[in-house]
């Protein structure tokens, strides 16, 4: 009892109260129910405490200390003296859906920084789920976003429309807010130029900072139109080009030395963060790097790694400058050349 009680606080449903919990070392399963013995009936306004039957739905919701949360609610079906049988609404899960509102918010705001897939994947959420979100809450927010006045951080990035299909399009962000601002079907350098320019010549002076991934387009573009704004590749997309980079590394490698057992299904240990390594990915990468002959692989994963802590800190720009200058001293010196 004790322990449901706390759940339920931690929870913060305030409808629901947590009855059993379920732990593994991947996830906790909460059954739950309504706080409430009787609802209001939505045809006659009047309260309504006979239940003509129950169900239940299980609903995902945000995750606790990393691990994922499922909700068993039960369901009432509530018969009125007015004649009418309704089910118990609650405000914290849509009708018919299986993700809390607060968790669809929460993969919606990862859309905002990765690909749809990417999200997917990570999250474990069907791609359509989250390509419904991420479709609905932007076309939401766009309607109630009215000015481009305040905008002076502007970012591009491409959501793919339907898995496997090269089917883009480009989500305009203000990058100090995280507010989606437009969403375009067309990404070339002239309708970009063309669109942008449209919103006259002060919201163009207006933009400092421009990011986006390093495709020509969009930094012709922001060369083109903002005179006036320093124009920043996207980190994501920018330490991509360092795992295509590791990636080459190891094909290299494979066709130098291609009877070398130890280099085969190498590719996802070389490609994951130390972090997040197995154990066996961790032994599989430390019995190549130990042989003389792959010290320029070991050199590799040893800069890539060295650049994506650089990202992951919080440094300002003057912190960072000289880190990154010394990170690109080093490659030259050792000439990792699988980075340039």
Known sequence: MIASKIFTQILGLKEIEVVFVEMSSTHYHFRVRSIFAETICPKCGKKCSKVKSYHNRKIRDLPISGKKVYLDLEVRQFECDCGNFYTEPFQFVRSYKRLT?????????RCKGAEVKYVSTKEEVDWKTVNEIFTTLSTKEILTRSSWKDVTHIALDEIALRKGHKNYVVVVLDLLTGHILDILKQRDKAFLVNYFQDKGEDFCNQIKVFSSDMWKAYLNCAKEVFSNAIVVADRFHFFGKCQEGMNHARNSFRKTFPKSDEL????????????NLSDKQQKQLNKVFEKKQYHLLRLTWDARNLLRDIFNCPYTIKEAEPLIEEWIENVKKFKIRYFF
């Open 101 to 109: 509102i607060r968790y669809e918010d929460y993969l919606y705001y």
């Open 264 to 275: 085969k299904k190498l590719k996802y240990a070389l490609l994951k963060d130390p972090e």
